[in-house]
């Protein structure tokens, strides 16, 4: 039963772990404005999400269950799991990234198209719809 529990808290954190290393790594690459792919940043957030699923297993281990941590087994084991989740979860932000990009660039690095469903996405709240329009109340 400890067992189950210990990889279940380790499976939640590889999920949120994935996720914000998939976000950071998409903020780098705009930084660097990357058009591909870089493979650095995925060897990186691969052992980032290595090192915090390790460490989340570690202490429910050692601390909770009160069991000894074994280190290469465990490095194989989580392996496994960071993999197949971290390309699905790839592969499920850069889908959503090419869903809702603002435009579409030319070579030349003019606009060319708006995309509406980014439009659509950005909703302003009600009350700031009138914001900037100057009325005359009397």
Same mark, same amino acid.
């Given at each position: 039963?400890?067992?189950?529990?210990?990889?279940?808290?380790?499976?939640? @954190?590889? %999920?949120?772990? &994935?996720? @914000?290393?998939? &976000?950071?790594?998409?903020?780098?690459?705009?930084?660097?404005?990357?058009?591909?792919?870089?493979?650095?940043?995925?060897?990186?957030? @691969?052992?980032?999400?290595?090192? %915090?699923?390790?460490?989340?297993?570690?202490? *429910?281990? &050692?601390? &909770?269950?009160?069991?000894?941590?074994?280190?290469?087994?465990?490095?194989?084991?989580? *392996?496994? *799991?960071?993999?197949?989740?971290?390309?699905?979860?790839?592969?499920?932000?850069?889908?959503? /990234?090419?869903?809702?990009?603002?435009?579409?660039?030319?070579?030349?690095?003019? @606009?060319? %198209?708006?995309?509406?469903k980014y439009i659509k996405k950005k909703k302003r709240f009600s009350k700031l719809k009138n914001?900037?329009?100057?009325? /005359?109340?009397?």
């Amino acid at each position: 039963m400890y067992t189950v529990l210990t990889y279940f808290v380790s499976l939640i @954190v590889i %999920v949120v772990s &994935v996720f @914000v290393t998939l &976000v950071f790594k998409n903020e780098l690459e705009r930084l660097f404005r990357e058009r591909k792919d870089s493979f650095p940043f995925h060897i990186c957030n @691969v052992l980032i999400t290595l090192m %915090v699923s390790l460490a989340a297993h570690a202490v *429910m281990t &050692v601390y &909770v269950v009160g069991n000894e941590f074994n280190l290469m087994l465990q490095l194989v084991i989580h *392996m496994f *799991m960071i993999l197949p989740i971290y390309f699905l979860g790839h592969l499920a932000f850069e889908k959503y /990234k090419s869903v809702y990009r603002k435009y579409i660039a030319a070579e030349n690095g003019k @606009v060319l %198209v708006l995309n509406e469903k980014y439009i659509k996405k950005k909703k302003r709240f009600s009350k700031l719809k009138n914001y900037n329009s100057i009325s /005359k109340e009397k």
